[in-house]
Each structure stands twice: as structure tokens, then as C-alpha cells.
């Protein structure tokens, strides 16, 4: 999860460990070759609205 990321909850399944004293990194989300999925596009959308930075995409 982003540092800024202050929502109140969290899967019960996920789990979250802070890394403190890093510099801020790149974040890449990868799928299959035309992955139809909407939940695919949904979380990379989502990822974009929350990240902060310059996207590439091939």
C-alpha cells in the first residue's frame, strides 16, 4: 500500500508491513497479454487514481 494510503480497512486475507527508511519506488502491475478481466482493469485504474508518479505503458 502507497505511505499516503490511510483507509480503514483491509482484507482479512492481506496483510500489511511497513518498510520504513526506503526512498519511494517503482510499482509495476503485470497481466497476461490481452487479460479480458475487469477486475484487471478495475485494479490497474485503481492503482493509477492512488500512486503517484509517471506510468508507462508498452
Request: hydrophobic content about 40%; charged content about 20%; overall charge neutral.
Amino acid at each position: 500500500m502507497p505511505a499516503g494510503d490511510r483507509r480503514g480497512t483491509l482484507r482479512d486475507d492481506l496483510a500489511t508491513i511497513p518498510i520504513d527508511g526506503i526512498e519511494p519506488c517503482q510499482v509495476v502491475v503485470v497481466t497476461r497479454a490481452g487479460d479480458r478481466n475487469p477486475l484487471v482493469a478495475h485494479f490497474t485504474q485503481a492503482a493509477k487514481n492512488y500512486l503517484v508518479g509517471t506510468a508507462s505503458t508498452p
